[in-house]
């Protein structure tokens, strides 16, 4: 929904001017020069302009015409002044996206939208133990975005779903130009495909399992930019690192950063053809961690969010951890397909309960996980 512009002023007004001036002609065939001045000055006085004869100055129809010309001056003078007013407003929009405000010339603007989802969980036999059928919030997410003059985007997401609110995202775009923004902040990693697609738009109640092996949102830097008129995007990151399936933690647990980056091509993107929607391309991360817990060793969840794996307690990430995922999609009127495959490894090693275990490599043997 728009505002609705004011009608332009001076056209109406000229016309109101012309019937007003030869209205007489209907009831007579030739008006005299005081009815002329007396509806003339009836429209200087309605319309803003003073009138400019003296009192027992002669009237002829060429100082009639000079004040016409005036009166309508006036009014173009009073419909640019209008127009530019018009220029320098916010355009306000409200629709099933959300509501927008944008500065006249576009260069900011604010966004604001939500999410919210509701989730009912009940299971038929085999749940374990501390596992109940129940309703609940899944998602409860106000969103700001928009952008800051030309150079810079930015957004903010919270969550409130849950026993405590946390942020979501929160990051800021530095657009150089398409091929290359530098995105600072909290943000999703490049390596799912399924993972960078936003809550609102799954197709299923829940992500498929192989997003349980790629990184959720984490905390870093990333270069991304589209190249060849969009037809290919990249994304090349260094982060804190999180584990499989969740969020990073507010701050880097291990003093270790991991690398991330995702190459993604739509060869027929810009092509009214059969193609169009075709998408693929390849996502990875490599970095190192070091610790116990579930700040270092994922654990996963099956699509009823219920925990089916988690390492014990004398287990410890010691070492490289790599994903790797091939990836694509496919998308034709009402049909889609999307398709992906993950690869997750890490190092593990056993954890004493000493202190100093980290500081005592030959007593600590490694082994893949």
Avoid at 318 to 338: D, K
């Amino acid at each position: 929904m728009r505002h609705a512009r004011p009608p332009a002023t001076a056209p109406w007004l000229a016309g109101a001017i012309a019937l007003a001036l030869a209205g007489p002609a209907f009831g007579q065939s030739k008006p005299t020069v005081e009815e002329l001045q007396r509806r003339l000055e009836a429209l200087e006085q309605r319309y803003g302009a003073a009138p400019q004869t003296a009192d027992g100055q002669s009237l002829d129809v060429a100082a009639l015409d000079q004040r016409l010309r005036v009166l309508e001056r006036n009014l173009e003078l009073q419909e640019e002044a209008r127009v530019a007013k018009e220029k320098e407003a916010a355009v306000v929009t409200v629709n099933d996206k959300g509501a927008s405000f944008k500065s006249a010339n576009g260069d900011y603007e604010v966004k604001i939208r939500g999410l919210l989802q509701g989730d009912g969980r009940f299971y038929s036999a085999g749940e374990p133990a501390g596992t109940y059928d129940t309703f609940l919030l899944r998602t409860a997410r106000p969103t700001i975005e928009g952008t800051l003059g030309k150079w810079i985007g930015y957004r903010f997401t919270p969550e409130f779903a849950g026993d405590s609110a946390t942020i979501v995202d929160v990051y800021a775009d530095l657009k150089f130009s398409p091929a290359a923004t530098v995105r600072v902040g909290k943000f999703t990693s490049p390596v799912g495909l399924e993972r960078l697609q936003s809550s609102s738009a799954l197709s299923e109640i829940e992500r498929a399992l192989p997003s349980e092996l790629a990184p959720n949102r984490d905390i870093g830097a990333q270069l991304q930019g589209e190249l060849a008129g969009g037809t290919v995007s990249y994304g090349l990151g260094v982060f804190n690192g999180t584990v499989d399936g969740r969020d990073a933690v507010t701050t880097n647990p291990d003093n270790e950063f991991e690398y991330a980056g995702r190459l993604f091509f739509e060869p027929f993107k810009n092509d009214a053809n059969f193609w169009s929607g075709l998408g693929f391309g390849i996502g990875g991360s490599i970095g190192d961690t070091e610790g116990t817990g579930s700040n270092f060793l994922p654990r996963y969840r099956t699509p009823g969010q219920v925990q089916f794996f988690n390492y014990r307690s004398a287990v410890a990430a010691n070492g490289r951890r790599t994903r790797w995922s091939p990836q694509g999609y496919f998308y034709r009127n009402n049909f889609g397909l999307l398709a992906e495959y993950i690869e997750s490894a890490h190092k593990c090693a056993w954890a004493p309960r000493r202190p100093n275990w980290r500081t005592a490599p030959g007593r600590r043997p490694s082994a893949g996980c």
